[in-house]
């Protein structure tokens, strides 16, 4: 017990703000996966993008039920993220249906790396919510099929996807360094205690190793 | 069971119409308020227009999964009422968060009424499909408590909400007259068999009847 990372100082605060970013992420990834089914060219893919967007929304909602048991005011929690994520979804608008699944791709896979990382350093009741935010029916494999079978016949998607995939992780990493300065207690958990820029940014290379692993598995260049 | 609907000629056509219809509208109404989401000014907004986002998706689904274990195509059954839901939704793309709230609210009433209308007519196991994806646990309530609140300071609201509430109908049943005439199969289903357009007209007087005592319960003029 004397490892239990809830008796870090700051710990309550940084769970707080990994609950918010979480949260706020399920849901704008609902808002912005649901308007991407308008894009998609058939009744089928609306389907696919639909159940995608209504399986975050669930994990939101999960999330919000968690943070209400204990005693966090959800909103207060988001809200420093606010900002962060609607820079992130601004310079980052799909301007078409392949943009918009690679990036609803990349995106899911880029936040549950993150996941990943900080559950392992939170109590357990905490983990239990984030792994089941986290569960995954492999509902997104459906994207690296459409994707591949549209470059093999389309060399020029395939560069600019490639390009599309760089700039989506590029403005999610400048934004979580925005995140990571300004809510230091989040950041600290990652280094049990004070803020190491050098730690974030070790974090960030494994996140950017298995965002490549992803491109390559849709057959774009990382 | 000699008075069993499923029976009478053009019956089949007419529930695989009926499906459709329901099942696309459920789909386009949960892409709409997903969108919405982004006009809602708080967070606890979001999230309440979320979930009537993803309730009607549920209902979508659900029905999908009906048609497919019926044998239907859900693409080919949903495939004639893509044109004039997107005509619809066209015609009314909402100017505010208030507007979108209103056409949420006043669209879910008029789906619903439509469902009681046409579930008198069916066989019991659709019967009892429909009446899944009507399931309502008050969730658009909610939209009833915000527009009282905003036209009680603001009454330049209450026309206009009221004026956008007369068009929202008034597209609605142009665009249902137009499915009406073209799908004659499930018109036939309103009066046991045969085209009767007198009969569509008297349940449409229904639908604006039911309409105008939302608009009342919304505070607005009808």
């Given at each position: 017990m004397?490892q239990?990372?809830a008796?870090?100082?700051?710990?309550?605060a940084?769970?707080?703000?990994?609950l918010?970013?979480?949260?706020?992420?399920?849901?704008t990834a609902?808002?912005r996966m649901?308007?991407d089914?308008?894009?998609?060219p058939t009744?089928?893919?609306?389907t696919?993008m639909?159940?995608?967007?209504?399986?975050d929304?669930q994990?939101y909602?999960?999330l919000?039920?968690?943070?209400?048991e204990r005693?966090?005011?959800p909103d207060?929690?988001?809200?420093?993220f606010?900002?962060?994520?609607s820079a992130?979804h601004?310079?980052?608008?799909?301007?078409?249906?392949?943009?918009?699944?690679?990036?609803?791709?990349?995106?899911?896979?880029i936040?549950?790396?993150?996941?990943?990382?900080?559950?392992a350093?939170v109590d357990e009741?905490t983990?239990?919510v984030?792994?089941?935010?986290?569960?995954?029916a492999?509902q997104?494999?459906?994207?690296?099929e459409?994707?591949?079978?549209t470059?093999?016949?389309d060399?020029?998607?395939a560069?600019?996807l490639?390009?599309w995939?760089?700039?989506?992780?590029g403005?999610?990493?400048s934004q979580?360094?925005?995140?990571?300065?300004?809510?230091?207690?989040?950041?600290?958990l990652l280094?049990g205690?004070?803020l190491?820029?050098?730690?974030v940014g070790?974090?960030f290379s494994?996140?950017t190793?298995?965002?490549q692993?992803?491109?390559t598995r849709m057959?774009l260049?990382a």
């Amino acid at each position: 017990m004397d490892q239990d990372p809830a008796g870090a100082p700051g710990y309550d605060a940084a769970v707080v703000d990994l609950l918010g970013v979480l949260a706020y992420g399920e849901l704008t990834a609902f808002i912005r996966m649901a308007g991407d089914c308008d894009l998609a060219p058939t009744l089928a893919l609306k389907t696919r993008m639909g159940h995608l967007a209504t399986v975050d929304f669930q994990h939101y909602e999960q999330l919000l039920e968690h943070m209400r048991e204990r005693g966090i005011d959800p909103d207060a929690a988001m809200a420093p993220f606010v900002a962060p994520f609607s820079a992130f979804h601004e310079r980052t608008r799909p301007r078409g249906w392949l943009e918009g699944l690679v990036k609803a791709y990349v995106g899911d896979g880029i936040a549950k790396d993150f996941y990943k990382e900080m559950s392992a350093l939170v109590d357990e009741e905490t983990r239990a919510v984030m792994s089941a935010a986290l569960e995954d029916a492999g509902q997104a494999d459906f994207v690296v099929e459409i994707v591949r079978d549209t470059i093999r016949s389309d060399a020029a998607a395939a560069g600019r996807l490639a390009l599309w995939g760089r700039r989506l992780l590029g403005e999610a990493l400048s934004q979580a360094q925005v995140v990571a300065v300004e809510r230091d207690a989040m950041s600290a958990l990652l280094v049990g205690g004070g803020l190491d820029l050098g730690e974030v940014g070790r974090m960030f290379s494994r996140l950017t190793e298995n965002h490549q692993r992803r491109m390559t598995r849709m057959g774009l260049d990382a």
